[in-house]
T-cell receptor, first 113, second 114 residues
């Protein structure tokens, strides 16, 4: 069975600083990896996904993530954070077929001036 | 195109009662999934419906049930509510079932059990 660990519960960064959110997964086969963002009072929005191919994937809102099989990681990055990026971020792993996504417990991002 | 709609947005119930939550998917989407989100457990999958059939079920007790109608709208029901059922219930729709179909999430229904 798949599992996801997001080691950081809460991260605070200054506006304009770079950001990296960590995600580690456990899955025996090739994982399908996702990052979602949830703003207060809203549902989840897909930022990016990795199925295969280039291990560096670009997403919306200037985010990117890198799949590292050797480290079982799929970390999310952004070079310069904006105040509007304050939200909760969820990493998820899926498998081929019809099995449901498994989500990490999320990392809450705060942005300070 | 309208997004996923969930009603009601907020609900307060007492222990022992039952509750029904509704989800209207994006037009044309035939798959609807339900998730429970709590601070301690994060997002946990409840079930998925596709073409009025339950395709997947998470590890929840039988008090949690759902159904899907011919227009793809879905409802979930929780009977004999417990305090631990307090959560944000999220619905997500996709064109079809399977990993390649992006899920679009609604804003959720916040259920408080007193």
């Amino acid at each position: 069975a798949q599992s996801v660990t997001q080691p950081d519960i809460h991260i605070t960064v200054s506006e304009g600083a770079s950001l990296e959110l960590r995600c580690n997964y456990s899955y025996g086969a090739t994982p399908y990896l996702f990052w979602y963002v949830q703003s207060p009072g809203q549902g989840l929005q897909l930022l990016l996904k990795y199925f295969s191919g280039d291990t560096l994937v670009q997403g919306i809102k200037g985010f990117e993530a890198e799949f590292k099989r050797s480290q079982s990681s799929f970390n999310l990055r952004k070079p310069s954070v904006h105040w509007s990026d304050a939200a909760e971020y969820f990493c998820a792993v899926g498998a081929a077929g019809n099995t449901p996504l498994v989500f990490g417990k999320g990392t809450r991002l705060s942005v300070i001036a | 195109k309208a997004g996923v709609t969930q009603t009601p947005r907020y609900l307060i119930k007492t222990r022992g009662q039952q509750v029904t939550l509704s989800c209207s998917p994006i037009s044309g989407h035939r798959s609807v999934s339900w998730y429970q989100q709590t601070p301690g457990q994060g997002l946990q999958f409840l079930f998925e419906y596709f073409s009025e059939t339950q395709r997947n079920k998470g590890n929840f007790p039988g008090r949690f049930s759902g159904r899907q109608f011919s227009n793809s709208r879905s409802e979930m029901n929780v009977s004999t509510l417990e305090l631990g059922d307090s959560a944000l219930y999220l619905c997500a729709s996709s064109l079809s079932t399977g990993i390649y179909n992006e899920q679009f999430f609604g804003p959720g229904t916040r259920l408080t059990v007193l």
